[in-house]
């Protein structure tokens, strides 16, 4: 069966970019083109579609769908932290409008080699980029247990920290930690009961995070992005935990040429959860350039 991405409040965040036939729009998480398929059809052959991921196979996919509609788009494997050169060596100085969904695909965390999920064994990987160096396995075998505890508790907000990387150090003594299975079963062991969120979700969290940068990548990409945005443009983001969210909204708040168009964080609506359960936890801020 093919997995197919549902783009997180798809309907806001298009009414939110406020497109125009003509636009130039930077999608910085393309991913499988959720939110790019729409955008697409809305800038029209005169506009200009520019879409950057990590993600080499999300990026295919995205080209496929994203062909169908039109072939005024271009597609870069980089980080939206690059964002800055990425522009500059496509000689765009000025765009209409930034969107970044900072949540995991589908595709990422259905396919158990991708190593994202406890909820499927396989290699501990968790890379965006496959072609990185660093693997969540090369972390939780080779960090200190003081660095692994501060990794867990500052990136997954987990309580339990110290006793999780005690738990992690003893068991790495005896065999290399390789899959999403084994991490799973030791985080478990530390905790006396089970409750609603699986045990294992905030430290899979801390270690995806650290595996791909993404909170420095973050800070970096809303310094710059604000300075490719044409006067009375937007800027759109989509976090889903609140380290992501403290930082958006901080950075919006801080930048003497934004301003905040909603002050109030949009979440999404209860039929749009029921539908996507993923979407639960996902929020949105928006800031237009003065």
Do not use: W
Request: aromatic share 6%; net charge positive.
């Amino acid at each position: 069966m093919e997995i197919i991405h549902t783009p997180v409040m798809l309907n806001e965040s298009l009414e939110y970019l406020n497109i125009k036939p003509g636009d130039r729009i930077v999608d910085c998480t393309i991913g499988e083109g959720g939110h790019s398929v729409e955008i697409l059809k809305r800038i029209g052959e005169k506009g200009l579609l520019i879409g950057i991921d990590k993600d080499e196979d999300a990026l295919s996919r995205a080209r496929n769908r994203l062909s169908l509609i039109g072939s005024n788009f271009v597609l870069v494997h980089d980080t939206f932290a690059n964002l800055s050169n990425i522009l500059e060596n496509l000689f765009v100085k000025r765009v209409s409008g930034i969107i970044a969904d900072l949540g995991i695909s589908s595709l990422q965390l259905y396919k158990a080699e991708r190593g994202f999920s406890f909820m499927k064994d396989g290699p501990l990987d968790m890379r965006m980029d496959r072609k990185a160096d660093i693997t969540a396995s090369t972390l939780v075998n080779s960090l200190a247990e003081s660095e692994l505890a501060d990794v867990i508790y500052y990136y997954g907000e987990e309580h339990l920290a110290r006793r999780i990387a005690k738990a992690i150090v003893v068991y790495r003594k005896k065999k290399r930690i390789e899959t999403t299975s084994e991490l799973a079963h030791i985080v478990e062991s530390v905790y006396k009961r089970r409750g609603r969120i699986n045990p294992a979700t905030k430290t899979f969290q801390a270690l995806r995070i650290a595996v791909n940068n993404e909170l420095k990548d973050l800070e970096k990409f809303l310094k710059e992005a604000p300075l490719f945005l044409n006067k009375g443009s937007r800027i759109v983001v989509i976090s889903y935990h609140s380290l992501e969210d403290r930082i958006v909204k901080r950075a919006f708040i801080n930048n003497s040429v934004l301003k905040r168009v909603n002050k109030k964080v949009i979440i999404p609506g209860r039929d749009e959860v029921k539908a996507n359960p993923r979407a639960r936890s996902a929020k949105m801020r928006v800031a237009e350039k003065l």
